[in-house]
């Protein structure tokens, strides 16, 4: 391949953003379009683009968007980050494999699928100014609850927001599964205090779904954080229905549901000296 089989495409690009073309020795089937814009820092932003079999043009980053977002700090497995990202995908109608961006058109559209593809770039590029350095963010209450979890030497395999299969194709993720000392896997969603609606909007969710699909009221658990006052009564009683609940700041009646066999007969796992309202 090289430029001339792109030609219709650089032709409208050319004046309006100054695109350029030159091919890539070292992959012959690919030329390389730098498209007049620039990264954040102010590297040049270039395309790799090549002609498939159905006279259509492909058209990808390379993965530098991800690679140059990875670099500043941002955290994939965060799902706020990965929400943007992919909320940005859609609104500029681009695709995602391997951490490669790209497009794909037919030659006619070839010019607006570029020019969109650039321009998305520079909209996923700009999500850096929201990336806090890994090293520099606070632990958030699930991996508290994990990192505690795995200093327990009764405790046996936990998995970091697993994905689980229910009926009917349904997925959840909870914010770790935990396998007991007798073997039964324990589905655990933390819930922090710095969002309390949407903490619990999550467990409910995740544990009504959860319950739908038979998976036994022993095997869900809620961990909220903060203190247990701090909680709405009603919302604490109403996670209550579908999962067992323990308070961060009473880990050792967490500690103890998920060690001992056995389901206490309040779902609620506060201590004997703190009253919590059936309903209000």
């Known amino acids: 391949m090289n430029c001339d089989d792109i030609s219709s495409v650089l032709a409208a690009m050319a004046s309006a953003y100054r695109w350029q073309c030159r091919t890539v020795p070292e992959r012959p089937d690919v030329v390389e379009v730098s498209t007049g814009r620039t990264w954040f820092d102010g590297e040049p932003v270039r395309l790799l683009a090549r002609v ?78 929201l990336a806090v350095p890994p090293q520099d963010r606070g632990l958030s209450l699930a991996d508290e609850v994990e990192d505690y979890l795995r200093s327990r030497p009764q405790m046996g395999l936990i998995r970091k927001s697993p994905p689980v299969t229910l009926r009917r194709g349904l997925v959840i993720r909870p914010s770790m599964t935990v396998e007991t000392p007798s073997g039964e896997e324990v589905l655990v969603q933390a819930g922090s205090t710095s969002s309390r609606t949407q903490a619990f909007d999550h467990a409910f969710a995740t544990f009504g779904l959860a319950a739908r699909a038979d998976i036994p009221m022993a095997h869900r658990l809620t961990v909220l954080g903060g203190k247990v006052n701090s909680w709405a009564p009603g919302r604490v009683r109403a996670l209550g229905d579908v999962s067992f609940v323990g308070f961060w700041e009473h880990r050792d009646l967490i500690v103890r549901f998920l060690e001992e066999a056995g389901t206490p007969d309040d779902p609620v796992l506060i201590p004997a000296n703190i009253h919590l309202p059936l309903w209000g």
């Open 52 to 129: 498939d079999e159905s006279a259509a043009i492909v058209a990808s980053d390379g993965g530098q968007a991800m690679l140059r977002l990875r670099d500043a700090g941002f955290d994939v497995e965060d799902p706020i980050f990965t929400a943007l990202w992919e909320e940005s995908l859609r609104i500029y109608g681009l695709s995602e494999l391997d951490d490669r961006v790209f497009v794909q058109a037919d030659l006619s559209r070839g010019a607006h699928a570029l020019s969109r593809l650039a321009d998305g770039l520079l909209a996923l590029d700009a999500l850096r100014v």
